[in-house]
T-cell receptor, first 116, second 115 residues
């Protein structure tokens, strides 16, 4: 099965705390891509990062970092020194081949609230 | 920057009406997608299209149809709207070919209420 699980439905932290959003995936493909999207209250999904299955290097972009571990099929997202503007719903997604077509399979989303 | 534009942010329709949701992208992308987003379920793919006049069913196509007469425009049609189609609808586009690992770019979404 091609599946993405974000076990944390909602997370609430105080500003400046670090927070990690978990993402676990299942796939039969040997080549695949993983994505994180942010959906602020305005509604649009904003692309954050893409990672292919051959590149297990962790990535850091400012206060954002991603930890990709094939051994545990996880692609976790950490926000360091969180800010109120980080409040949003975050989606992890897997690009997979399903019935011969490339499709994005999304997790259920994690609603992150950063309190001042 | 890629721009995906959905014609309405909010829409209220009545049960049994035929509803059209329009999506336009300005980057000449071959692939376009329609999703619906419901709490606790994430995004689910309704239909997608690889090119003009082409369409493929996604995971939940029942009650919907689509039209892709021009490359830049992908329309989602609710043939006879029902209350269980009240949802947030998101359109996305992506190039194909050598850039197939590119992310999908999303519109702002249409929040549709069926009364």
């Amino acid at each position: 099965a091609q599946k993405v699980t974000q076990a944390q439905t909602e997370i609430s932290v105080v500003e400046k705390e670090d927070v990690t959003l978990d993402c676990v995936y299942e796939t039969r493909d040997t080549t695949y891509y993983l994505f994180w999207y942010k959906q602020p209250p305005s509604g649009e999904l904003v692309f954050l990062i893409r990672r292919n299955s051959f590149d297990e290097q962790n990535e850091i972009s400012g206060r954002y970092s991603w930890n990709f571990q094939k051994s545990t099929s996880s692609f976790n997202f950490t926000i360091t020194a969180s800010q109120v503007v980080d409040s949003a719903v975050y989606f992890c997604a897997l690009r997979a081949i399903i019935q011969g077509a490339q499709k994005l399979v999304f997790g259920q989303g994690t609603r992150l609230t950063i309190n001042p | 920057d890629v721009k995906v534009t959905q014609s309405s942010r909010y829409l209220v329709k009545r049960t049994g009406e035929k509803v059209f949701l329009e999506c336009v992208q300005d980057m000449d992308h071959e692939n376009m997608f329609w999703y619906r987003q419901d709490p606790g379920l994430g995004l689910r793919l309704i239909y997608f299209s690889y090119d003009v006049k082409m369409k493929e069913k996604g995971d939940i196509p029942e009650g919907y149809s689509v039209s892709r007469e021009k490359k830049e425009r992908f329309s989602l049609i609710l043939e006879s709207a029902s209350t269980n189609q009240t949802s947030m609808y998101l359109c996305a586009s992506r190039p194909t070919g050598s850039t197939s690992n590119q992310p999908q770019h999303f519109g702002d979404g249409t929040r549709l209420s069926i009364l």
